[in-house]
């Protein structure tokens, strides 16, 4: 399990703040469970020593399309979304469950 939800409290158990992750403006759509979920995946690339340009060359991308990802300026789709889990040894369906 990578957080846990305490009311309307959101406790990440791998160490990202609450809040932090995506730096996004306030006109922005993303919800607390998708900033969420993006800041998992940046702790587990993290976590893994991988540089976002390592991700990019395992996903064949570029790196500035990972950090778009990471800082939510660019939405996250399902397909890349599994595909970085894969990169990342990561259960889609754990990160799924916490969105509930």
């Known amino acids: 399990m990578l957080y846990k939800q305490?009311?309307?409290?959101?406790?990440f158990l791998w160490g990202v703040p609450q809040g932090k992750g995506c730096a996004m403006s306030q006109k922005e759509i993303y919800d607390e469970r998708y900033k969420a979920l993006v800041a998992c995946l940046k702790v587990a690339r993290k976590k893994l020593g991988m540089s976002q340009a390592a991700v990019a060359g395992r996903l064949g991308t570029n790196r500035s399309w990972v950090a778009k990802v990471e800082t939510c300026e660019l939405r996250l789709d399902l397909l890349h979304f599994v595909k970085l889990c894969a990169v990342y040894g990561v259960k889609a369906q754990e990160l799924i469950r916490m969105m509930g």
């Open 6 to 11: 305490s009311g309307s409290a959101v406790v």
